[in-house]
């Protein structure tokens, strides 16, 4: 089994900063993406930022000059740094990764944490 644990939500003033963190384990043989997607109340889940084993970076284009990701892949770990943060930014994160289980198989499964909400309120 693979298991994203997230951590770091909480609610934050606008203007103001977080740092999501997301570390996973279980039956991994390469971790190809991960990223964090995000879903606010009464819309879809969207893209915020995803980075590749040989980092790259992707980004939503709302969250561009704000938020950097980061990985360490020892770790398995990957980080959502948000800076300047707005009320729009106010949702559920979900951590994401593309990750190949067995050294002897080019499958893939995509695998999500459990959520960590980020609230950006004055």
């Known amino acids: 089994q693979v298991q994203l644990v997230e951590s770091g939500g909480g609610l934050v003033q606008p203007g103001g900063s977080l740092r999501l963190s997301c570390a996973a384990s279980?039956?991994?043989?390469?971790?190809?993406?991960m990223g964090w997607y995000r879903q606010a109340p009464g819309k879809q889940r969207e893209l915020v930022a995803t980075v590749t084993n040989g980092g790259l970076a992707n980004y939503a284009d709302s969250v561009k000059g704000r938020f950097t990701i980061s990985s360490e892949n020892a770790k398995k770990t990957v980080y959502l740094q948000m800076t300047r943060l707005k009320p729009e930014d106010t949702a559920v994160y979900y951590c994401?990764?593309?990750?190949?289980?067995?050294?002897?198989?080019?499958?893939?499964?995509?695998?999500w944490g459990q959520g960590t909400q980020v609230t950006v309120s004055s």
């Open positions: 279980g039956s991994i043989f390469r971790i190809n993406t």
């Open positions: 994401y990764a593309d990750i190949t289980k067995y050294s002897y198989s080019n499958y893939r499964e995509n695998y």
